[in-house]
């Protein structure tokens, strides 16, 4: 059983940064993928990045260009970059972690950031 715990959210300007962090309870360089996914008020969960075990990236369209996942395997943490923020961007923000064999998705308990216009 693998813990993610995310951290770095808050409240920040239209325009400004900020850095996530997942740090997971144990190796995560077996996972598939690591990912973060977002959920605004009212709204379904979302894929916002993913990063494979051999370092490929995914994003959606709303953030492509404007965030950047990374991924420490010797600190076993996941990071997501979030620059030029918008009001848009305001949401809980989760880590995932996913496992093919046997298939499982273990999730983080979420981070809140919220973006002022």
């Known amino acids: 059983q693998v813990q993610l715990v995310e951290s770095g959210g808050g409240l920040v300007q239209f325009g400004g940064s900020l850095r996530l962090s997942c740090a997971a309870s144990?190796?995560?360089?077996?996972?598939?993928?690591m990912g973060w996914y977002r959920q605004a008020p009212g709204k379904q969960r979302e894929l916002v990045a993913t990063?494979?075990?051999?370092?490929?990236?995914n994003y959606s369209d709303s953030v492509k260009g404007r965030f950047t996942n990374s991924r420490d395997n010797a600190k076993n943490t996941v990071y997501l970059q979030m620059n030029s923020l918008k009001p848009e961007d305001t949401a809980v923000y989760y880590c995932?972690?996913?496992?093919?064999?046997?298939?499982?998705?273990?999730w983080g308990q979420g981070t809140q950031v919220t973006v002022s216009s």
């Open positions: 995932s972690a996913k496992r093919n064999l046997p298939p499982y998705d273990y």
């Open positions: 990063i494979t075990r051999g370092g490929r990236t």
């Open positions: 144990g190796s995560i360089s077996g996972f598939a993928a």
